[in-house]
């Protein structure tokens, strides 16, 4: 059983410019989390996919958007790319709406803006 | 705004030793709680977590954690650490409020001596 997969698993980008990175998540899983980690910190909930719609949200602009496909894939999209985007963003995958349901993480695409 | 302290960024313990980490959170209401982990090289992975209940929890590998709402606190404790415990742990806390979101800790690097 693949648990959840991303892609890429680095990126290099420069400023102004747009990046999507994707998520599969784990099999059976409908909910997906993602996250920001800066070198250092913790990881930031940026918002959570259910049912193909955002469900929740933490604070991040509108420059980050998102998506969820019929099969439960989901993307992030990062728009005017900023130096401070650079990170590490994570994706997780659950069965319940919310956080009750542990989540499973994958490993993570790490973008890099110049 | 919520915030979650873990007071220790990096711990050094001998095998054997006493482990305790420490976990604060700023928020009245109510809350779910959790602790997560990185072992090197791996996703981050669900150690434990508190919904409600008996505040002292148990994990995975002989952890556990206490809850003390009054001190706002959800320490993680192991009585002997192994070299395999050597891992980048991170506290949680889902704020059960309208926002409802993820927050969390900085996380604390553990290495564990031979």
């Known amino acids: 059983d693949a648990g959840v997969t991303q892609s890429p698993t680095h990126l290099i980008k420069t400023r102004g410019q747009q990046v999507t990175l994707r998520c599969s998540p784990k099999?059976?899983?409908?909910?997906v989390s993602w996250y920001q980690q800066a070198l250092g910190q913790g990881p930031q909930f940026i918002f959570q996919?259910?049912?193909?719609?955002?469900?929740q949200r933490g604070n991040f602009p509108d420059r980050f958007s998102g998506h969820q496909f019929p099969n439960y894939s989901s993307e992030l999209n990062v728009n005017a790319l900023l130096l401070g985007d650079s990170a590490l963003y994570l994706c997780?995958?659950?069965?319940?709406?919310?956080?009750?349901?542990?989540?499973?993480f994958g490993p993570g695409t790490r973008l890099t803006v110049l | 705004a919520q915030s979650v302290s873990q007071h220790n960024h990096h711990v050094i313990l001998s095998e054997a030793a006493s482990l305790e980490l420490g976990c604060n959170y700023s928020y009245g209401g109510t809350v779910n709680l959790f602790w997560y982990v990185q072992y090197p090289g791996q996703h981050l992975q669900l150690l434990l977590k508190y919904f409600s209940g008996d505040p002292l929890v148990k994990g995975i590998k002989g952890f556990e954690a206490e809850f003390i709402k009054s001190k706002f606190s959800f320490n993680l404790r192991k009585p002997s650490v192994q070299w395999s415990d050597t891992a980048e742990y991170f506290c949680a806390v889902n704020v059960m409020d309208s926002n409802y979101q993820l927050i969390w800790g900085a996380g604390t690097k553990l290495i564990i001596k031979p």
């Open positions: 996919y259910y049912e193909e719609e955002e469900r």
């Open positions: 997780a995958s659950s069965l319940d709406r919310g956080f009750t349901d542990t989540q499973y």
């Open positions: 099999s059976g899983h409908d909910t």
